[in-house]
């Protein structure tokens, strides 16, 4: 099936670095890719839609200079936390959605992950 | 708006029984897919099963079943003969024909206990 790694699983930073995560398809080409944060014991929260060659689209409430997406090829989608706090300490997953698949099936594929702490 | 609604944030069920969770939706949209994933605690998401609700006939995969009532807006999910391996999040999302994003419930936490 089809794969998606995510990269670094964790992270630990100091406050008012930047952290970049990584999301790689590694077996497909995904046009778009969906960043979400996860709270413990809550459900995926979009941040923000990824569209290869294009800006992201941001949901309402996320800052888009906090959250600074790039989707600069079909297989590769990061995000860069700045100036991280540690409010933003948090779970990040993304997914993506395979090209190939013909017509809106829905089905997206999720990386594994990546745990920020931010001190 | 389009949402998901999970009413059971906790369930518990024993091994090898049957346990089904519930997942109730709303959207205008005639044309959508429904799915269930699982996050297990390496909180990778999974997806368990999918159904379009253009056809009538509930999906099945091994031991996973839905019952889909399109004029309910019901979607639960059977898990049947179940083993520890299901212990995990369960969520219910669905997305629309028109949509580009999946909805996600609040999630079901189960657990299997011996």
């Known amino acids: 099936g089809a794969v998606v790694s995510q990269h670094p699983s964790w992270v630990i930073c100091k406050s008012g670095t930047s952290v970049k995560i990584e999301c790689r398809s590694l077996?497909?080409?995904?046009?778009?890719m969906f960043w979400y944060r996860q709270f413990p014991k809550q459900s995926l929260m979009l941040m923000a839609t990824?569209?290869?060659?294009?800006?992201?689209?941001?949901e309402q409430g996320v800052e888009k200079d906090k959250f600074l997406i790039n989707h600069a090829s079909l297989t590769l989608s990061t995000l860069t936390v700045t100036s991280a706090h540690p409010e933003d300490s948090s779970f990040y997953i993304c997914?993506?959605?395979?090209?190939?698949?013909?017509?809106?099936?829905?089905?997206?594929?999720f990386g594994e992950g990546s745990r920020l702490t931010v001190l | 708006a389009q949402t998901v609604t999970q009413s059971q944030p906790e369930m518990s069920v024993q091994e090898a029984e049957t346990v089904t969770l519930s997942c109730t939706y709303d959207t205008s949209e005639n044309n959508y897919y429904l799915f269930w994933y699982k996050q297990p605690p390496s909180r990778q998401m999974i997806l368990v099963i999918r159904q379009e609700a253009y056809k009538q006939q509930n999906a099945t995969e091994n031991r996973f079943s839905v019952n889909f009532q399109k004029a309910a807006k019901s979607f639960s999910l059977k898990i049947s003969d179940s083993q520890l391996g299901d212990t995990a999040m369960y969520f219910c999302?669905?997305?629309?024909?028109?949509?580009?994003?999946?909805?996600f419930g609040t999630g079901t936490r189960l657990q299997v206990t011996l």
């Open positions: 999302a669905f997305i629309t024909g028109t949509a580009s994003k999946l909805t």
């Open positions: 997914s993506a959605r395979d090209r190939g698949l013909a017509g809106n099936t829905g089905e997206l594929f």
């Open positions: 077996d497909f080409q995904a046009t778009t």
């Open positions: 990824s569209n290869e060659g294009s800006k992201a689209t941001y």
